[in-house]
């Protein structure tokens, strides 16, 4: 108590601002923790993803722009723009519901919210690509260039 009382609190009100952005930052990390463990999209890194392409046939959805797809993307994926997953619009992979299917953006970032989508959709095995294509390519990994 008498650390508490000596040092926290009087630096709390003499940096108000400063203990407030503390304070949302951990709550911050807390619930992106647990939305993480409850998401049913899981993040896999490129190995993971390299053993679920050769031995599990899973299938490769690129959500990049058509220009930056065929600047360089991984063997057989499909480009599918994050609009067309958000208004349903997935026909090209319909058949796809039951395979593992990984999500690959420009870093990883925002294929998350993409792979809500999906389950949502019926997609029962969705997994985002760590680092998006800049790790996989970074690793020096193969692309297809057009």
């Given at each position: 108590m008498d650390f508490?009382?000596?040092?926290?609190?009087?630096?709390?009100?003499?940096h108000i601002l400063l203990s407030l952005g503390w304070v949302v930052l951990f709550i911050s990390i807390i619930v992106?923790?647990?939305?993480?463990?409850?998401?049913?999209?899981?993040?896999?890194?490129?190995?993971?993803?390299i053993h679920m392409i050769n031995k599990q046939n899973a299938v490769i959805i690129d959500i990049r722009s058509?220009?930056?797809?065929?600047?360089?993307?991984?063997?057989?994926?499909?480009?599918?723009?994050?609009?067309?997953?958000?208004?349903?619009?997935?026909?090209k992979i319909e058949k796809f519901k039951e395979n593992i299917v990984i999500l690959i953006d420009a870093n990883g970032l925002s294929s998350t919210?993409?792979?809500?989508?999906?389950?949502?959709?019926?997609?029962?095995n969705v997994f985002v690509?760590?680092?998006?294509?800049?790790g996989w390519n970074s690793d020096n990994l193969p692309l297809v260039r057009k």
């Open positions: 508490i009382t000596l040092e926290i609190l009087p630096f709390v009100k003499n992106l923790t647990i939305k993480g463990k409850l998401s049913k999209v899981k993040i896999i890194n490129n190995p993971q993803a058509a220009d930056n797809f065929k600047k360089g993307h991984i063997t057989d994926s499909y480009n599918i723009l994050p609009v067309d997953i958000k208004n349903a619009s997935t026909k919210s993409i792979g809500e989508a999906l389950v949502k959709q019926g997609f029962l690509l760590k680092d998006g294509i800049a």
